[in-house]
């Protein structure tokens, strides 16, 4: 007896390469949604000094009691989390395909995942929740932000994460600039309270001044809780927008004149802001990074010489107009103000060191260090991200950090499979800012991940822009010419 079976119906090609365009389509749509508001989320961020004031305040949806004080949540503050539904919806509706080399492209993206989950982990392991409810929720989200961003530029291709990043920096370090520079002109705030700018004064004595004594001048803090932080944002920002110039990334629906123009504008202004910040350790950085920057496209040198210029330029000005604050600044240590900013350095160095000999293995707590060491009162900050990672986190914390702020240096040992390709443009922009983190870091403690969201999500856009430029050359890495990856993503 013979069984008849019902053939199974398969569809012809047409209709199956139909049916990809649609996804793909779909696909498109939904990730420019989830970048557009990403985009947003993240301008907004870099722009405001706290979650507690400005745009994430605006359209209030609840209050809640965060860090012992009560915090609106606006509607804004859904950004982040919209853009990542869109972003789990486009990856869904994905067209199937068979990609052999998938794995090999992650391959070299190990050195940098392994600290930023073994950090991130490590600091939501030693949360204390009981101790401290509001904090353990800030660092909650801090390390979502972290691991959300790395994840989210290490799978886009190293042209679109190179031309995101430099259009994004280019509007924080607009805004920040513009800010800071009425601030030290004015000598006083901008008016913008709107957006969360505090209120300064320099003749309040915790309002951050230089300048001989009596002669006090206002440093500028842009839309930041301290000049330091708004220095090594400005750092970070016009590292970025140097290299994005050098690189050729131009302005979407631009000519190539206007698009250089506006880089050049963008950047003076940026370095005007960087200066009036006085913060020396974001100069050092910047100048670090600069320099390594100069190097690795030293093949470009007729087009660097003339941004190096430039910005010799500026800083000549800056030096005539203003030399008895930079005298003050950097070699009359003696002076009231700058004595007093030393002696309250050594006072955090030596108290983070004490809290690393006494709990070295675990630390005291992601976010804790403050309040374990003077419950109540304002403890010295110790002026530096490793110790403090140590301290919170115990010796395993601290080398974690400096894993991640080194992990750059595996890159140096690839080709970039061609030396003119995206990847190694997107490798010499990412390298110079964690260079220029990583000092930062040693003379301040803003680099840290339980500092601030905005430490958080700066230091994820680092580590997966650096994924990015790391994943090994595959046909949908975009990892090709790098002026023909910059067309094509100024046409999307």
């Known amino acids: 007896m013979s069984v008849e079976t019902s053939p199974v119906p398969v569809l012809p090609a047409s209709a199956v390469t139909a049916s990809r365009a649609a996804c793909s389509q779909v696909q498109s749509r939904l990730t420019v949604a989830a970048h557009t508001l990403l985009t947003i989320f993240l301008a907004l961020a870099f722009l405001t000094p706290s979650w507690r004031q400005g745009p994430f305040t605006w359209w209030p949806l609840l209050t809640a009691n ?91 291709p190293a042209a679109q994460v190179m031309r995101w990043l430099s259009l994004l920096f280019a509007l924080v370090v607009l805004g920040q600039s513009t800010v800071g520079v009425v601030q030290f002109v004015r000598q006083d705030s901008a008016h913008l309270t709107f957006l969360g700018e505090p209120a300064l004064d320099p003749r309040v004595e915790a309002t951050s001044v230089v300048g001989p004594e009596g002669q006090h001048r206002l440093r500028a803090y842009g839309l930041t809780a301290h000049p330091n932080v708004l ?42 802001g960087l200066l009036v910040s006085f913060s020396r350790a974001a100069w050092l950085g910047f100048g670090v990074g600069a320099a390594w920057l100069f190097w690795r496209q030293r093949r470009a040198w007729l ?113 970039h499979a061609a030396q003119g390709s995206a990847a190694l443009a997107l490798f010499d922009a990412v390298s110079a800012c964690w260079l220029a983190l990583f000092v930062c870091g040693l003379f301040d403690n803003y680099p840290w991940l339980t500092s601030s969201w905005r430490a958080a999500m700066l230091l994820g856009l680092l580590a997966g822009a650096l994924i990015a430029s790391l994943r090994a050359a595959t046909p949908g890495n975009g990892d090709q010419d790098p002026q023909s990856n910059m067309r094509s993503a100024a046409k999307s």
């Open 66 to 156: 965060l860090a012992g004080r009560p915090a609106q949540i606006g509607l804004l503050a859904l950004l982040p989390l919209l853009a990542a539904l869109l972003r789990v919806a486009a990856w869904m509706v994905r067209p199937a395909r068979r990609d052999s080399m998938r794995f090999h492209a992650w391959r070299d993206a190990w050195p940098v995942l392994l600290p930023v989950i073994g950090l991130g982990a490590l600091t939501l392991l030693r949360l204390r929740p009981a101790v401290a409810p509001g904090m353990a929720l800030i660092v909650l989200a801090g390390i979502g932000f972290f691991w959300l961003l790395t994840f989210w530029l290490s799978q886009a």
């Open 231 to 272: 220095g090594g944002l400005l750092s970070i920002g016009l590292l970025w927008i140097m290299a994005g110039w050098l690189a050729g990334v131009p302005w979407p629906r631009v000519s190539p004149a206007i698009s250089t123009v506006l880089w050049l504008v963008i950047g003076a202004v940026g370095l005007m």
């Open 303 to 415: 087009r660097s010489r003339w941004l190096l210029l430039g910005m010799l330029i500026g800083v000549i000005f800056f030096v005539w107009r203003q030399p008895d604050l930079l005298w003050t600044r950097f070699f009359d240590l003696t002076s009231p103000l700058e004595a007093r900013s030393i002696s309250e350095r050594v006072s955090g160095l030596i108290a983070a060191a004490g809290l690393i000999r006494d709990q070295w293995l675990l630390g005291v707590g992601s976010g804790l260090y403050a309040m374990t060491l003077v419950p109540g009162a304002s403890p010295p900050v110790v002026h530096n991200a490793p110790l403090l990672a140590a301290a919170e986190l115990g010796v395993g914390g601290g080398l974690l950090w400096l894993w991640l702020n080194g992990a750059w240096l595996v890159g140096l040992r690839r080709g």
